[in-house]
């Protein structure tokens, strides 16, 4: 190309000139095209620039005016709905920031560092070809292999747009379930460790509550750059869902991970967040596992066994690295009778992260379809789920709960058994006694349940509801061993009416029918050990109010008894 030709005009948007200085210098060396260069301090001096669209390509620095310039660049140029090709540069390990620019409308982005600016002639050659291709087409195969390109690029870009978190620029959910597969085979074939991290951020839902939603989103992008900074380029981080992360670590052993993770708990512990406008603390639970230390059979039990880390770290105080060797081994024990395969619950998460997009009116006739497929499944306990949903509703609202939270109590009801869905039919429809090893699996459906519902964002109340609704309130029920009033209050109350629903059961499996003054009795006779005695009173009050329940017929005086000696303790 001769340099009598009309120039190249790249417009740079830049509040220093040493880009645009290594840029000239490379592309002089490499490149026989005329080209022009531009440059501009601010992107307010840029915005004129643009409107005049006389620019073959943009490139801007991503921190211009403070991360404002940048926006406001791509905004300009998505609004005058400018075609020119706009390319952000960003400092090394900003990835993040680079796909955010790119989710906006940005083409392309350019790390600056000079190995990289080094390498932009060959972009240039690209940027330069569509260029000639769009302005002097020779015929018509030039002008159908230039959109052929652009069709290409903007697959490519759409493609890695799919394979990304949009809030934190991050690798999302389904891209890391493609990579765990290649990683783990690899592993596997060649006989080296992959270890992974399971990291969730402690109390981010207070967080949500108390500073609002855009102070949330501002600490997981944040928290995201963390675990980019302090991660190899060979580690694959993805947002996992909600506030958790994975780190997927290959040719990384037990100790390795282990260390880098008490790293990460170190940091995040001395990291104060800036969020919006303030400033925020929030420390992290991280769980380990690790092939081939761990009995992982297949890829999908290095992200359960990472996930059962953590939900042990959580469960023990927060801010801790658990790693899953050390979880003791009844539980372990239990794990080969659940029979259950990680894409079941992916599976279902999935079909409810379906239903939550349609809205949360669908929500709940379609969660009903869960249960009915539950109730198909299980004859034993039909119609269940429904009664308690019904019940838990009423009590909670007879406890002074608001009209919203009694709504969750009740949707909690309605899905607090649907883990069951997970467990074998071997195990969930056996007509006879079960084994202890088959019971301890059976006890498991409290977390599947709070796996499945967890990742919906307006179902997060009703998940925790679902997790704790096998706890004691003399603190020997599970998982955590909580007590009184650290069991949350819905969950209390599910708890109750759950035990009186499945003792007035008609056909249960075990046990006869009881009447309702025998279900009652059994609650008051387990009250301040198994039961809060004072939700097993609204509890009777409720079944009083619907005549349910004649006031003389339970032993009103042992009740009374129990919730003064619980309230003097
Ligand atoms: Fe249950
Ligand atoms: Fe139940």
Redesign the pocket.
Known sequence: MANTESPFNILVIDSEESSIHLIKEHLSQHSDHPVHFELSRTSHEALDKIAENRYHAILVNHSLDGGKGVREVIREINRRKISTPLIVMVPPNSEAEAHRAIKAGATDYLVKTENEIQKFPDRFRTLYRNYELKTHPKNLEDEITAQNMEFLQMHTKLRDLATRDELTGLYNHRYLQEKLIEEFARAVRYGHSISCLMIDLDFFRSINDQLGHATGDEILKEAAEILLMGSRLSDLIARFGGEEFVILLPHVDYQGAAELAERFRETFARHTFLGNSQAVTATVSIGVSSFPEDAVKDRSDLLHFADQAVFRAKAGGRNQVYLYRNIGPTLKDALPHLKISEEKIFEFQRKLSEIADKARRGYVESSKMFIQALDSKDHFTAGHAGGVAKLAMQVAEASGLSLDDSEIVGHAGLL??I??ICISDEILLKPSRLTLAEYEAMKQ??YF?YRIVKPIKFLREEATLILH??EWFNGEGYPCCLAGNEIPLGARIVSVV?SYDTMRLAGGRYKQTLSVEAAVNELIACAGTQFDPEVVQTFIQVLLMKKELAPESYNRKRLREVIRSTSQK
Do not use: A
Request: glycine share 20%; no cysteine.
């Open positions: 607090h058994d883990g069951k459906h409290h349940g609704h096998h759950d």
